[in-house]
Nanobody, 116 residues
Framework: QVQLVESGGGLVQPGGSLRLSCAAS????????LRWYRQAPGKERELIAF????????IYADSVKGRFAISRDNAKNMVYLQMNSLKPEDTAVYYCNALQLGRTYWGEGTLVTVSS
């Protein structure tokens, strides 16, 4: 059974940090590209970070570049999103996604709220 389970969301003050985790199971994790998306209330889902199979290639949306960092641990079937200098506009549900040759899997998401 394929599963992606996000964790680490919560309430944080502006300027603070959070680290999201996504635990994968049920598929060959190391063969998949991984992505983090987010969806803010009333907005479309947005791709914010990508990491290749080996972890050597990462790409970020302009909205998070320089503040967020994606990483993966293929030995543990985990992907992470380190989020620093958080802003109120980062408030959203964050989803991890695995993709390979048209086969894609999604987690249920974790809510991040940035507010004072």
């Amino acid at each position: 059974q394929v599963q992606l389970v996000e964790s680490g969301g919560g309430l944080v003050q502006p300027g603070g940090s959070l680290r999201l985790s996504c635990a994968a199971s049920g598929f060959n994790f190391g063969n998949y590209q991984l992505r983090w998306y987010r969806q803010a209330p009333g907005k479309e889902r947005e791709l914010i970070a990508f990491i290749g199979q080996s972890g050597s290639t990462t790409i970020y949306a302009d909205s998070v570049k320089g503040r967020f960092a994606i990483s993966r641990d293929n030995a543990k079937n985990m992907v992470y999103l380190q989020m620093n200098s958080l802003k109120p506009e980062d408030t959203a549900v964050y989803y991890c996604n695995a993709l390979q040759l048209g086969r894609t899997y999604w987690g249920e998401g974790t809510l991040v709220t940035v507010s004072s």
